[in-house]
């Protein structure tokens, strides 16, 4: 049987890193989605791989998250001056 090595940090790291990118691209293509919406889209399994990404953006201010019904999530003028850097 084979092993299941758990990921190294740095993978874990640039793993996150592409999720969010991808999640700022696509908010900036598609606008504000509600938040399970957007969930659903990056993280269809449900695994809640998603929302510690979601998390980390909302926390550094690159995307907002409304208090609305839906809990609207919009990129902020921060999110796409990030998304135009090389290094996410």
């Known amino acids: ?16 890193r592409e999720r969010q990118r991808e999640v700022l691209a696509y908010l900036k293509e598609h606008g504000p989605q509600p938040y399970d919406i957007l969930s659903g889209h990056f993280d269809p399994n449900r695994t809640a791989e998603i929302q510690a990404v979601l ?6 201010k690159f995307i907002d998250k409304d208090t609305d019904s839906y809990m609207t999530v919009s990129i902020t ?5 990030r998304l135009g850097l090389k290094d996410i």
């Not at 084979?2 to 940090?9: A, F, L, V, Y």
Request: net charge positive; aromatic share 8%; hydrophobic share 35%.
């Open 55 to 60: 998390r980390e953006l909302i926390q550094w």
């Open 77 to 81: 003028a921060a999110g796409i001056a």
């Open 1 to 16: 049987m084979p092993r299941i090595e758990p990921q190294k940090p740095d993978q874990t790291f640039n793993r996150s």
